[in-house]
């Protein structure tokens, strides 16, 4: 079930890393970096952190294969994609919300402390999307101002777990119940465009 | 004689470093940095993720001192390695050639599967010029439009290493094949001006 | 004593990179962000390099702590710290004077080369500055012309402890003279505006 999850979350990514290729006019060997980059880029990150070498990404053939799959189906039929990119964006905070947890319950799993969990949560999470945009040449929407909060619910579904961890709460439950308000935060912060604050400005008479 | 070529490899890949913190006005440290990176990068990521720490650019000295040699050459003698940038180009397609060769190999020795090798011979062949283009600010070439085929030979020629892996034919032969058909492959797409596709457009009437 | 100083140094390389993240108008998640990977990235890539993993960085909570107390700080007192800037390139010259030797020592007790160690030594005092600057889409301070000597005082620094190693003279001695060496040779390159040189240009006849 998780596994499933995560073959999808890897697709959507893939998906979002090809799209950007597609909209910058990138050839297909662009299209596949991005992809892969955007998908697999985070739990890399991850790994190399906490000591799983090789990562993940590198231990089963399908995490390579789906985000290649969704390169080559961007690659064809990239108008139907983005007509439905509404579509995408909830699938990507799937994605979110599923990959913050799980990257936060590996990083506990190597006896990583609570706070190093959390930051490593996050970055499976947003972690390939800040690679995807410095290879594309884009400032990463992860710091671009006005965007809709995004590492946000992810970091406060990854202290969540931690949280849980350290009561020693019941993990699959907890597990779940952060992805769902993980999902349910970033697509309300979507719809309502919740942005995070800038710099405190003292406020000056005019 | 792999060690001669592969030492030759890193020269040309630190002259293509070096050369574009020059065009791009950068100090001594930044012709440096960039020849460092050019040349090691794609090495480096390979190694990290096959767990082989530290990588080979830190077991042999030469290994930096190559890089950096011909970033003092390049300091020096721009112009004419300018003038010489066919040249450049040709001895490029060679290390191109051998990292994704050597690089496969490499990662099918330490067990990963034939994708996962084809991923990172690549990796290892193109990995230090797009942190090169990310470094200098400039689009990666690997993934901007318009230019002459690059990876595609180099994945070309890592697959045939892991399909003759796979198939048990004779390691030695394959490689030597498998390189001298990039460098063609290459060469020729060089002089051909050959494109990879771009997303594929429906026709519109106009 | 030297732990302290540690601290001192990621919380001025934190305020850099949270700085830049005010000036770019990035929100509180690109603000924390910058300030993480300024003060953590340079030590976390000498760490995977090495192999000591999980990296220095997640093995005590307040490597992460005090670069979020930067950020915090910077985000509401901006104003202030941008007015304190002289004062920050004295801590940032002390950070850089502290980690260059800080990070070559390890490197060396991890068995690694003389030539190896002094690259790893510089990584350790640069690699956050040109993550920040990467992720920020600026081009790295590091290799842009027309800045004052960062790298070159570092890389003297990190070399006399490598010689000093070499030729097994007294490692604390030498430690904290190339630390005060790298500081005042910063310090006095910024007073003075001591610029790298340039590629080698022939003059020609006007």
Redesign the interface.
């Known amino acids: 079930m998780v596994y499933v999850l995560e073959l999808a979350g890897l697709y959507v990514f893939a998906t979002s890393g090809a799209l950007m290729?597609?909209h910058?006019?990138?050839?297909?060997?662009?299209?596949a970096?991005?992809a892969?980059l955007t998908a697999l880029g985070g739990g890399?990150l991850r790994d190399?952190?906490?000591?799983d070498?090789?990562?993940a990404a590198?231990s089963n053939?399908y995490y390579?294969?789906v985000p290649l799959i969704a390169a080559a189906v961007?690659?064809?039929a990239?108008?139907l994609v983005q007509r439905l990119s509404f579509t995408v964006l909830v699938f990507d905070a799937a994605g979110l919300a599923l990959f913050c947890v799980t990257g936060t319950l590996k990083a506990l799993d190597?006896h990583?402390?609570s706070?190093?969990a959390v930051?490593?949560g996050v970055t499976t999470a947003v972690g390939g999307g800040?690679l995807r945009d410095?290879?594309?040449?884009?400032?990463?929407a992860?710091?671009?101002?006005h965007?809709d909060l995004?590492?946000?619910p992810a970091t406060a579904g990854a202290i969540v777990i931690a949280v849980a961890n350290q009561l020693r709460l019941p993990e699959a439950a907890f597990a779940i119940g952060a992805a769902v308000f993980v999902f349910a935060f970033r697509i309300v912060a979507m719809l309502r465009n919740w942005?995070?604050?800038?710099?405190?400005e003292?406020k000056r008479p005019v």
Chains 1, 2, 3 share one sequence.
């Not at 910058?24 to 299209?31: A, L, N, S």
């Not at 942005?195 to 405190?200: E, F, N, T, V």
């Open positions: 290729a597609v910058k006019g990138f050839d297909i060997v662009g299209i970096v991005l892969l890399i190399l952190v906490i000591g070498v090789p990562p590198f053939v390579l294969l961007t690659f064809f990239h108008p190597y990583l402390g706070v190093q930051l490593l800040v410095i290879t594309a040449r884009e400032t990463p992860l710091v671009r101002m965007t995004y590492a946000i942005k995070a604050p800038h710099a405190w003292r």
